[in-house]
C-alpha cells in the first residue's frame, strides 16, 4: 500500500577510475530504501552528473553541475582510488569542487579512498601526488574510510550510511561548519586557502555588496571618452573623470568574474550578473559585517 515519505537526495561524487564503486554506491542506497523506507519515512533518491544533469550552454560545465545536481543534494558520497580529477577554474578537480560546495553548506560528506592493488605503471603521477595531498587535508579535517575491494567498499558503506541515516537522525539538518573547515578550501599544493573574501580589493567587496542588493543582480560596466561608468544597484561607484578609481573598479570587476562570483552578459563585456556562488558570498560578507570596507 502507499505510505507518505521524504525525500532525499545522495550525491555521488569521484574521479573517471572508479566507475564500479559508482555502482556500487548506488546499489547500497537502494538496498536501504527497501531495508528501512517504509519503517523511517524516508527514501534516499542517488543522483549524479551522469544521470540526472543535462546538456546546457552559458555557464562552465561543473557549474551547471553544481546547479542541477549538487546543490539540491543533501548527502555527498565521494569516492578516489588513484586520481584526483580534472582541475576546474577554482578547485583541482570537479569532486573536489563538489565536496567543497558541500562543505561550506554545512552538509553532511562521506570520502572513501581505495587501497586496491594497481598497476604501478598505469598511474598517473601528477594526479597520484595530487590525490595524497588532498587525502592528507581529508584526514587533518575528518573521518574518512578506506576499503581494498568493491565487496569491502559495499559492505562498509551499508553499515556506515545505515548508522548515519538510522541512527544520527539529525544530520540532514547539519549546522554550517566552523571556518575551519567550512570557511577554508583544499588547493592543489596541499595547503588551505583562505575565503576569496578576505583577499579581494575594498572596490570588488563594494561591487559585489551593492551588485547582491540591486533586484536583477546586474552589474552594468561602460567606457567612454571621458572615463568609466560602473552602476548597479541604482548607484554609480566610480566619480566621473577620475581615472584612477576607473581603474580600480575595473580590476574589481574582471577579479569578480574570474572567481565566478559575476558571469558576463552577452559578449560586449558590459553587463554582468550575479552567480549562485555570488550571492552566497555576498551573503558570507553580510553575515561577518564587512560592508565594503
Not at 26 to 42: F, G, I, K
Not at 61 to 82: S, Y
Not at 199 to 222: C, F, I, Q, R, Y
Request: glycine share 8%; hydrophobic share 45%; net charge negative.
Amino acid at each position: 500500500m502507499p505510505f507518505d515519505t521524504t525525500t532525499f537526495r545522495v550525491a555521488i561524487a569521484s574521479p573517471g577510475d572508479v566507475n564500479e564503486e559508482r555502482r556500487v554506491i548506488r546499489s547500497v542506497v537502494h538496498d536501504w530504501n527497501a531495508a528501512h523506507a517504509r519503517t523511517r519515512a524516508v527514501v534516499l533518491l542517488p543522483v549524479g552528473w551522469e544521470s540526472d544533469s543535462a546538456a546546457l550552454m552559458g555557464a562552465r560545465a561543473q557549474e551547471i553541475i553544481n546547479n542541477q545536481v549538487i546543490r539540491t543534494a543533501d548527502l555527498l558520497i565521494a569516492v578516489f582510488w588513484t586520481r584526483l580529477g580534472t582541475p576546474t577554474s577554482v578547485a583541482p578537480s570537479g569532486t573536489v569542487e563538489e565536496i567543497q560546495e558541500f562543505l561550506a553548506a554545512g552538509k553532511p560528506v562521506m570520502i572513501y579512498f581505495s587501497n586496491a592493488p594497481v598497476v604501478p605503471a598505469s598511474i598517473d603521477q601528477k594526479q597520484y601526488a595530487a590525490l595524497l595531498e588532498f587525502k592528507t587535508w581529508c584526514e587533518a579535517n575528518g573521518l574518512v574510510g578506506s576499503y581494498t575491494s568493491v565487496v569491502e567498499l559495499r559492505e562498509r558503506l551499508t553499515r556506515e550510511l545505515a548508522l548515519l541515516v538510522n541512527t544520527h537522525s539529525n544530520f540532514l539538518t547539519a549546522a554550517p561548519l566552523p571556518a575551519e573547515l567550512g570557511g577554508d578550501t583544499f588547493r592543489a599544493s596541499g595547503s588551505v586557502s583562505p575565503d576569496p573574501l578576505t583577499e579581494l580589493s575594498p572596490e570588488a567587496l563594494n561591487v559585489l555588496s551593492e551588485a547582491a542588493k540591486d533586484p536583477n543582480g546586474t552589474v552594468l560596466m561602460v567606457e567612454y571618452l571621458a572615463g568609466m561608468a560602473v552602476q548597479t544597484n541604482g548607484l554609480s561607484l566610480v566619480p566621473e573623470g577620475d581615472h584612477r578609481i576607473s581603474a580600480a573598479y575595473r580590476d574589481a570587476v574582471e577579479t569578480l568574474v574570474e572567481l565566478e562570483y559575476l558571469r558576463e552578459v552577452g559578449s560586449k563585456g558590459e553587463v554582468f550578473e550575479v552567480t549562485h556562488t555570488g550571492y552566497q558570498a555576498a551573503d558570507r560578507l553580510a553575515t561577518r559585517g564587512a560592508g565594503g570596507a
